[in-house]
């Protein structure tokens, strides 16, 4: 019970922080937090915020304690804020460059789950397309639920990995965002390279990959990864705490350290920077 009380108490608290906002934050949660209990959600499960810049705003329906805490990182914490990383007017200034030129920026976002950081992105770049690619079937239909006010956001049904093939689903019971993909010539996910994702955003000019896909990383950057520089920026999420002993994140850290780009820390995501 004591566990139950300090959580809400704490959602609470970060709620009641986020509405007091930072300049650098430009959406506001409206909605108080679900009571929690276990895992069941009690009262506000229908979430509502407003983008500030466009007063757009934004209905998601939460149906689990681990969408919550989805929503909460990208609506209320914004942990995919560009604005909030030092380099903010170079990557501002590459975006506007983009658009200045007559073409299209692209963001791909690699493990979509419902939909909600495409819904982050599509607010703050408008001018962008947006390729959000999620290989569970269930998250894969609530994002193209959750987008469907955004013509400009593309929802594939596929996985991204290292080389075009197959993958099969597997779920570790820890909520919805935390299903796993494992190669499988007669899985029924498809898996598909970064760059065939390019290739089928049409004439765009890559712009910003986020990258959270439960420890498949290792397969996505085991070779091939001549990509990593077509992007501004890249924005990934590493899962050594989630897999011990694995040394997943290898294959990324030695792909990367190829390349001259900044690396900085942010929550749980790396931000990856390209130089000139």
């Known amino acids: ?17 986020s509405l007091a906002g930072q300049s650098e934050h ?3 949660v409206l909605t108080p937090p679900p009571v929690i ?25 939460i149906a689990q304690p681990a969408e919550y805490r989805t929503f909460r990182s990208i609506f209320a914490d ?3 804020n560009l604005a909030l990383i030092g380099r903010w007017t170079d990557v501002k200034a590459g975006y506007d460059r983009i658009i200045a030129d007559g073409r299209t920026p692209l963001i791909v976002d690699c493990g979509a789950n419902i939909g ?6 599509a607010l703050a770049y408008p001018d962008a397309r947006i390729i959000a690619v999620e290989p569970q ?26 080389a075009s093939g197959s993958a099969r689903i597997t779920d570790p019971n820890l909520g919805n965002d935390a299903y796993r993909t494992e190669l499988s010539t007669s899985g029924e996910v498809r898996l598909c390279t970064v760059p065939e994702i390019i290739r089928e955003a049409g004439a ?49 850290l030695r792909a990367i350290s190829q390349h001259h780009r900044d690396f900085v820390y942010m929550g749980e995501n790396i931000f990856s920077l390209k130089t000139n």
């Not at 019970?1 to 922080?17: A, E, G, K, P």
Request: proline share 4%; glycine share 4%.
């Open 1 to 17: 019970m004591l566990r139950t009380i300090l959580i809400n108490l704490r959602n609470w608290t970060r709620w009641l922080r």
């Open 26 to 28: 430009t959406v506001a």
């Open 37 to 61: 209990i276990g895992e069941r959600l009690f009262l506000f499960a229908t979430q509502r915020a407003l983008h500030r810049p466009s007063r757009r705003f934004v209905t998601v329906k």
């Open 78 to 80: 914004e942990d995919y």
């Open 116 to 121: 909600l950081s495409a819904v982050y992105f």
């Open 137 to 162: 079937p269930d998250n894969f239909r609530r994002a193209v639920a959750a987008t469907a006010a955004f013509p400009h956001v593309k929802v594939i049904h596929a996985g991204v990995a290292s």
């Open 204 to 252: 765009t000019v890559p712009f910003v990959i986020k990258i959270d896909i439960e420890g498949f990383e290792s397969n996505l950057f085991a070779r091939d990864t001549g990509w990593i520089d077509d992007f501004e920026v890249m924005i990934i999420e590493l899962h050594d705490w989630l897999l011990p002993g694995e040394c997943n994140s290898e294959n990324f």
